[in-house]
């Protein structure tokens, strides 16, 4: 990558980030399918350094990967259920396992390790409760040193958003 001759003078940001680095994600996470020229258009900077700093961005890992995001009723999967699990034993072993096993599902599409009294919260998706039913009796439950289980239905989903970039 080519050294600048001018001095960029925007404020830095995280990560060594400046203004126009988070301009460039704004507008990325509006819409992953955006092109480099519309990108360069907004923000008035030419083709070739939005490119450069999109690849910096990726290399970095600043930008993790492109995503779509689809409706989950339209695709059968309309139901939404929190998942609150914590495990018998607290072990790396055993955490390890859980989490393996949980990566297998395709039912969990999110799993955080949490505080507090559960060790893990789950986000599961399913056509509808006879087949929840069936994840939670014929996957879920079966997982090795699974200990109390909670679900929690989502009744309405009030705000849902990928963006941390504002």
Do not use: W
Not at 4 to 11: F, G, L, M, R
Not at 115 to 132: I, Q, R
């Amino acid at each position: 990558m080519a050294k600048a001759t001018q001095k960029d003078e925007t404020a830095v940001t995280p990560q060594g980030l400046d203004d126009k680095d988070m301009a460039i994600l704004r507008l990325l996470q509006q819409n992953a399918r955006i092109t480099v020229k519309e990108i360069s258009d907004t923000i008035h900077l030419s083709t070739t350094p939005v490119h450069e700093r999109i690849k910096r961005m990726e290399d970095t890992g600043v930008i993790k990967q492109y995503a779509t995001l689809v409706d989950h009723a339209k695709v059968k999967r309309g139901l939404m259920v929190i998942c609150y699990v914590s495990l018998k034993q607290h072990n790396k072993n055993a955490g390890l396992k859980f989490i393996k096993a949980i990566q297998e599902m395709n039912e969990v599409i999110e799993c955080y390790n949490i505080s507090g009294e559960f060790d893990f919260m789950l986000k599961v998706v399913a056509e509808n409760m006879d087949a929840y039913y069936d994840f939670h009796v014929n996957k879920l439950s079966q997982v090795e040193n699974m200990g109390h289980l909670q679900s929690v239905f989502v009744m309405g989903i009030i705000k849902q958003t990928h963006q941390l970039v504002y």
